[in-house]
């Protein structure tokens, strides 16, 4: 059995920073690909950054620069630091986890994941 557990969220003002962290147990690992999504009212579940090993992080465009995802092997967390943040980050955001093959072209697509958490809201005002 799989837990992830989300914890960091939060409100700041545009321009201002945030850290989520992901804590994963049972039989998920911070080994295996990790990946933040968000969700905002209205709008469909998006991928922002994927950790999927060293040297394999993949980030959505809008993202790009501004966020950084790392893994701690210790506390078996993924992280995703997050800077200048903008009011359209404002959202819902998940951990998930999969055993399946992720590669470039496919970590966006939730329906690669196998389990998720249950979510910390981030909220960014301008």
């Known amino acids: 059995q799989v837990q992830l557990r989300e914890s960091g969220g939060g409100s700041v003002q545009a321009g201002g920073s945030l850290r989520l962290s992901c804590a994963a147990s049972?039989?998920?690992?911070?080994?295996?690909?990790m990946t933040w999504f968000r969700q905002s009212p209205g709008k469909e579940r998006e991928g922002v950054a994927c950790?999927?090993?060293?040297?394999?992080?993949y980030y959505r465009d809008s993202v790009q620069g501004r966020f950084t995802i790392s893994q701690d092997i210790a506390k078996n967390t993924v992280d995703l630091q997050m800077f200048n943040l903008k009011p359209e980050d404002s959202a819902i955001y998940y951990c998930?986890?999969?055993?399946?093959?992720?590669?470039?072209?496919?970590?966006?697509?939730?329906?690669?994941?196998?389990?998720w958490g249950q979510g910390t809201q981030v909220t960014v005002s301008s």
């Open positions: 998930a986890f999969t055993t399946q093959p992720i590669r470039n072209y496919n970590w966006r697509g939730p329906e690669n994941y196998n389990d």
């Open positions: 049972g039989a998920a690992s911070a080994r295996n690909t």
């Open positions: 950790f999927a090993g060293v040297g394999r992080t």
